[in-house]
């Protein structure tokens, strides 16, 4: 694989990332959901300095695994979250205008098609990196921001990527 922008990566490719992350530097699921989680978080606090009511949907995959150690951090930092699981389903008179901030941790980089209003007009953060769909579709992406999901570097330069470096935060 040649040096590519970081903005092409497709869900294959995430995947041969995580996997060599896994089988060659030992680095497990669980401790990248718990960088993803951190990278959330460390964005929230960061970057979003209004942000005090936060809307957590948490799906069954890894990406509800990442929100969920999100929901700690913001938790104990003194954010009032309000966390609900895929199965919840959402009574008609939900107040979604109540809060500052909602999280999705249903949808991952298996997504198919575009994002549909008012979603496709809100900040976008990516662990890992960015996913083709938020290049090819500027449009429905929002502000992108990137956050470290904890692969090593050198998984990155293995694949011939130019990866970002999350030495000084974990969003970029």
């Known amino acids: 694989m040649t ?7 497709t869900t294959k490719e995430m995947l041969e990332l995580e996997n060599l ?3 060659k530097y030992g680095v497990s699921t669980d401790q990248m959901m718990q960088m993803a989680g951190r990278s959330i978080y460390d964005f929230v606090a960061g970057e979003l300095p ?17 929100v969920l150690v999100a929901v700690d951090l913001l938790a104990m930092s003194g ?12 009574p008609n008179d939900f107040d979604f205008s109540r809060f500052d901030l909602i999280i999705d941790g249903l ?6 098609g575009n994002p549909r209003p008012p979603m ?3 900040i976008t953060l990516a662990l890992g990196m960015p996913k083709r ?5 500027p449009e429905y992406a929002g502000k992108v921001y990137l956050g470290n999901l904890g692969i090593p570097a050198e998984v990155y330069r293995e694949k011939g990527i130019d990866a970002p470096d999350f030495l000084e935060r974990n969003y970029i």
């Open 133 to 137: 769909g938020l290049a090819e579709n």
């Open 79 to 90: 954010y009032e979250v309000t966390a609900l699981r895929a199965e919840e389903t959402f």
């Open 107 to 112: 949808f991952g980089f298996s997504l198919r």
């Open 21 to 23: 992350a896994s089988e």
């Open 50 to 66: 209004g942000v005090k009511r936060v809307l957590v949907v948490a799906g069954k995959g890894n990406n509800g695994g990442d």
């Open 120 to 122: 496709d007009k809100i």
């Open 3 to 9: 040096n590519r922008k970081l903005s092409e990566y």
